[in-house]
């Protein structure tokens, strides 16, 4: 089993629709979780962290539910500019300093 | 401008010819590393760096050199390549020694061993 796994998709979406999707882990000692933004190959930018109590930012709102072990990602309205690869972080302490691992990747097509 | 460079951005090269893919970051960033990504298989760390002189393996180390011997620099190190290291590699940086919070990723460097 990976330790992030996420659905790879793609998930087609029309515009103006809400897309939601998850993010498992597998290292319950998981301290710190992202999501980032990658575009066609390009570098990842980050979107947002995912807090314990769940967080917003505009359209964007991500979860993370430790019990389960796994983080969510909702796109309400979604929008064209929405179409891209959003990858899941994961980090866990180590003494040399943190190991991140990413997800695998969900692909989201908005389409008109 | 805050930011990340590599260099080189496009590589074509033969098997087991020696090259250093250089990283440099003007943020003063202290924790840096190496990913690669491949198709299906999604990013996955190389090498990490908390601070200067101090480097640890992530999860796809075999093959690969790193050094930190200045804190803005991490170069990537190839000694002898092989077609299986044909790949996109990102150098990354976070602000603080943990790495645990946001990463600043170059643009990548695409690399194709012959």
């Known amino acids: 089993r990976k330790e992030v796994e996420q659905d790879p998709g793609p998930f087609n979406v029309p515009e103006g629709a809400t897309v939601a999707f998850n993010c498992t882990y597998s290292n319950s000692a998981s301290q710190s979780f992202f999501w980032y933004r990658q575009d066609c190959r390009k570098e990842p930018k980050l979107l947002m962290s995912v807090y314990s109590s769940g967080n917003e930012d505009g359209r964007f709102t991500a979860q993370l539910n430790r019990a389960s072990q796994y983080i969510s990602l909702l796109i309400r309205d979604s929008k064209l500019s929405d179409s891209a690869t959003y990858l899941c972080v994961v980090t866990a302490f180590k003494a040399a300093g943190n190991k991140l691992t990413f997800g695998g990747g969900t692909r989201v097509l908005v389409k008109p | 401008e805050a930011q990340v460079t590599q260099n080189p951005r496009y590589l074509i090269t033969v098997t087991g010819k020696k090259l250093t893919v250089t990283c440099s970051q003007n943020m003063n960033h202290e924790y840096m590393s190496w990913y690669r990504q491949d198709p299906g298989l999604g990013l996955r760390q190389i090498y990490y760096?908390?601070?200067?002189?101090?480097?640890d393996k992530g999860d796809v180390p075999e093959g690969y050199k790193v050094s930190r011997k200045e804190k803005r620099n991490f170069p990537l190190i190839l000694e002898s390549p092989s077609p299986n290291q044909t790949s996109l590699y990102f150098c990354?940086?976070?602000?603080?020694?943990?790495?645990?919070?946001?990463?600043?990723f170059g643009p990548g460097t695409r690399l194709l061993v012959l």
């Open positions: 760096s908390m601070n200067v002189e101090v480097t």
């Open positions: 990354a940086s976070s602000p603080y020694g943990t790495g645990g919070e946001t990463q600043y």
